[in-house]
């Protein structure tokens, strides 16, 4: 089995890039064949086809801002399961400065399968941490620093 302390932040990295790149197939393809995506806004996509029909659509309206996303847990749930955790911001199009208003905390399942690691779950939650404006803005400068340094 491909260590997923190594293959789930390379998945997780791949899924990035290719929202980045505005590649429905591509972000797509990085699932199971029945898994799941709750996007920002709670919206719901299961099974690779769908994602790629909904990504494919959000993409030809318009241009969505780019992700910076650090790692923070990579965890073995049981062989050939695994979970990552991760923060993300996006970056609007024509800037270069994270907008605090859309950070996230997401949550990546993912399952082995012949050597290959897959999407099962992937989860995007707001981090808008209400009442808690230093942690916004200490999670903003972190993500902040990631986008710099790329």
Known sequence: MYDPKVALPRLYAALLDAWNRRD?????????????????????????????RHLRDIFADHRPAAYVA?????????????????????????????????????????LEDGGEWRIELFQNTPAAWDGRPNDVSALTAELQRAADAR
């Not at 749930?77 to 997401?106: D, H, W």
Request: charged share 15%; no cysteine; glycine share 12%.
């Open 70 to 110: 650090v790692v923070r847990e990579v965890r073995l749930l049981s062989p050939g399961s695994a979970l990552l955790r991760g923060a993300a911001g996006l970056v609007p199009p024509g800037e270069s400065s994270i907008n605090p208003r859309t950070n996230a905390i997401q949550t990546l399942v993912a």
């Open 24 to 52: 429905a197939a591509a972000f797509a393809r990085l699932f199971t064949a029945d898994g799941t995506t709750v996007g920002f806004d709670g919206t719901e996509m299961r099974g690779a086809a769908a994602i790629e």
